[in-house]
């Protein structure tokens, strides 16, 4: 704030500086032509003159900050975008899974892990819950057929 007022009084002072100078030196020709030229350059300078004062003045540092916080930007949104799909394809296949349970009448839990694809896939399963080896079985060959995922890949507690 206080270079603003600064910047302020420096014009102020200056319009006062040139109003005095034109109106004491009122005299024709080309003398007073001369005069409203360099009171006129005078306020010219003092209007610009803070922008000369800036020091150390560095716009390809700038852009660069600029251009990596567009990446952190870009890096973030994409690590939301992965996170979120993943919970919805979590949530999808243990539903799928738990919905086929259900129609075998078998209360478990389902618990999915994921690749790092893009988008995440399906890889493991764990099944928790107490269920005869024929209907474990019968899940576990539903799982590979439809889910793809292998019956090595399915751990049951």
Same mark, same amino acid.
């Given at each position: 704030?206080?270079?603003?007022?600064?910047?302020?009084?420096?014009?102020?002072?200056?319009?006062?500086?040139?109003?005095?100078?034109?109106?004491?030196?009122?005299?024709?020709?080309?003398?007073?032509?001369?005069?409203?030229?360099?009171?006129?350059?005078?306020?010219?300078?003092?209007?610009?003159?803070?922008?000369?004062?800036?020091?150390?003045?560095?716009?390809?540092?700038?852009?660069?900050?600029?251009?990596?916080?567009?990446?952190?930007?870009?890096?973030?949104?994409?690590?939301?975008?992965?996170?979120? @799909?993943? $919970?919805?394809?979590?949530?999808?296949? #243990?539903?799928? &899974? !738990?919905?086929?349970?259900?129609?075998?009448? =078998?209360? %478990?839990?389902?618990?999915?892990?994921?690749?790092?694809?893009?988008?995440?896939?399906?890889?493991?399963? @764990?099944? $928790?819950?107490?269920?005869?080896?024929? #209907?474990?079985? &019968? !899940?576990?060959?539903?799982?590979?057929?439809? =889910?793809? %995922?292998?019956?090595?890949?399915?751990?049951?507690?």
């Amino acid at each position: 704030m206080d270079g603003i007022t600064q910047y302020l009084l420096t014009i102020t002072a200056a319009a006062i500086i040139c109003a005095l100078i034109s109106t004491f030196l009122k005299t024709k020709g080309s003398i007073f032509s001369v005069i409203k030229l360099l009171t006129g350059l005078f306020m010219a300078l003092c209007a610009v003159s803070p922008f000369l004062n800036i020091k150390d003045l560095d716009f390809y540092g700038f852009m660069d900050s600029i251009h990596f916080d567009a990446q952190e930007a870009v890096s973030i949104g994409e690590n939301m975008v992965m996170e979120s @799909t993943g $919970k919805i394809i979590k949530d999808q296949v #243990a539903a799928y &899974i !738990l919905d086929k349970a259900a129609t075998m009448e =078998l209360d %478990i839990e389902v618990e999915v892990t994921l690749d790092s694809s893009n988008p995440p896939q399906p890889c493991a399963v @764990t099944l $928790k819950g107490a269920v005869s080896p024929y #209907a474990k079985e &019968i !899940l576990s060959q539903y799982i590979n057929n439809t =889910l793809g %995922i292998a019956k090595e890949d399915q751990f049951w507690k």
